[in-house]
């Protein structure tokens, strides 16, 4: 049974008490929702607040990035041991807008993957391919070719503590959402791979998220799918009206 991951990533969104009001808010919603896990993933600077504010509450706090070390002379940047310092459990590892605005390979992701884990934090690991990847019929060769230079070296027992998100970059932040199949069909090719490379029980058990302009209106056809354990949301997530109405998805 994998329990379903709602995550809200706020990107470059919300001051310090933005934040914290948002959790204030929401924190009675996901004391209600036995269905699923709730995750908001604040900026940086709002970190050490949320978790604050979230303490104790069924709202679950992650960092949208960190660096690979615990410390050292890396200006701009936040290591795990801080991560864990202000009070995060999770952290987004890969994301499309990382990769692409600050050229984040594959071996970057498993390094900070890595240093994720060691500091004993729950890493959401994105993966998604571009729209001319999709359209010259690309997806697979990219979704592996990220799996494996983003997953080298783990264990079975590291990758069972890792969530994967797919994220199309096509459709993060377009309005152009995967449908329900096609996003189904990506997470089975995901599925597959961490079959092969981890075994039967770590594969079935791993959680893997959709993301990519998921809203009220599409979020119960995504989760209907059976291969879909969640979504990562970053526009819709930014309301607590509409987060809400996500965390308490339609259910059958
Ligand atoms: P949107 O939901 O705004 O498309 O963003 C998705 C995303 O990038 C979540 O990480």
Not at 36 to 41: K, N, P, R
Not at 153 to 177: C, H, K, N, Q
Request: hydrophobic share 40%; glycine share 8%.
């Amino acid at each position: 049974m994998r329990i379903p991951v709602i995550a809200g990533n706020w990107k470059m969104y919300k001051t310090i008490a933005e934040a914290v009001d948002f959790i204030e808010k929401i924190k009675p919603v996901a004391a209600k929702a036995d269905h699923c896990e709730v995750v908001v993933a604040p900026p940086f600077t709002a970190l050490a607040a949320a978790a604050h504010a979230a303490k104790g509450s069924k709202v679950a706090v992650a960092a949208q990035d960190l660096h690979s070390d615990k410390e050292g002379a890396h200006t701009g940047d936040v290591s795990p041991v801080m991560l864990r310092d202000a009070g995060c459990t999770h952290v987004i590892i890969g994301h499309s807008e990382r990769r692409h605005d600050h050229a984040e390979t594959d071996e970057q992701v498993n390094r900070k993957l890595k240093a994720a884990l060691a500091a004993g934090l729950t890493p959401i690991v994105c993966v998604g391919e571009m729209l001319e990847e999709r359209e010259s019929g690309r997806t697979e060769e990219v979704l592996r070719t990220q799996f494996e230079g983003g997953f080298a070296g783990l264990t079975p027992s590291d990758f069972s503590r890792i969530m994967i998100a797919y994220e199309p970059v096509w459709a993060i932040g377009t309005g152009r959402t995967a449908t329900p199949e096609m996003a189904a069909e990506s997470h089975r090719v995901l599925r597959e791979l961490a079959r092969k490379k981890f075994g039967e029980k770590e594969a079935s058990a791993v959680r893997i998220l959709y993301g990519g302009s998921v809203k009220p209106e599409n979020v119960g056809g995504l989760m209907a799918q059976e291969e879909i354990d969640g979504a990562l949301v970053g526009g819709a997530s930014l309301k607590v009206d509409s987060f809400t109405a996500l965390v308490n998805y339609p259910r059958a």
